[in-house]
Each structure stands twice: as C-alpha cells, then as structure tokens.
C-alpha cells in the first residue's frame, strides 16, 4: 500500500556529503515513521536514523554529530544529509516506513536501495 522511492546515491571521496531522498506514495496514513537503514557486505543490516511526524528523531551512535534525517510530511518524503562521509560508510542505504521504526524489528515498507561508496 506504500511505495518508497530512493534517490541521490553515488561515489563520495571521504569527508564529503551526500544527500538522499525518499518519497512515499500510496496509504500514507498508515506511516508515522520514516528513516533510513544501511547494509555494509559482511555486515547486518543497521538503522541509521529515523523521524516521526512530529519531527522527532533518532540516530544510531555510529552517525550522531554527521547525518541529520528530515521529513517534509506535507510531502511524504524524508531525507539523509549525510556530512563527513568514512570509508565505514559504504553501504546500501534503504528507505523505510512503517507506523514506527524499531531497531531489529524489520518495518513494514522499503525502498529499493541506494549505493553509497566512500572511497579516495
């Protein structure tokens, strides 16, 4: 009943920024939280940050101080902005929703995916 839609991956030398986007489309009464996972190869799939409708947030302890989550409800899209970029970072980032976002609880919407690789 919700479709995600991811843009604004790429190649990013380290200390750079990227900014990603979502938009959702569909039965968006039914998210009250947005935000971002990321899956490094060899690595469990990690919730990077999350915000509710009323503008709340929460960042996993590896980006606090460099990303920043931010939803335009008016919208229905979030958005990373992602400053002072690691090799570390390197992951696929994925859109979720869900009427809320629980670390280790898969949500109920994803989007497809983004690559975004940190690399000299």
């Known amino acids: 009943q919700v479709q995600l839609v991811e843009s604004g991956g790429g190649l990013v030398q380290p200390g750079g920024s990227l900014r990603l986007s979502c938009a959702a489309s569909g039965s968006i009464f039914s998210i009250n939280a947005m935000g971002w996972y990321r899956q490094a190869p060899g690595k469990q799939r990690e919730l990077v940050a999350v915000?509710?409708?009323?503008?709340?947030?929460n960042y996993a302890d590896s980006v606090k101080g460099r990303f920043t989550i931010s939803r335009d409800n008016a919208k229905n899209t979030v958005y990373l902005q992602m400053t002072g970029l690691k090799p570390e970072d390197t992951a696929v980032y994925y859109c979720?929703?869900?009427?809320?976002?629980?670390?280790?609880?898969?949500?109920?919407?994803w989007g497809q995916g983004t690559q975004v690789t940190v690399s000299s």
């Open positions: 915000i509710i409708r009323s503008g709340s947030t």
């Open positions: 979720a929703a869900d009427w809320s976002l629980i670390a280790g609880h898969p949500p109920a919407y």
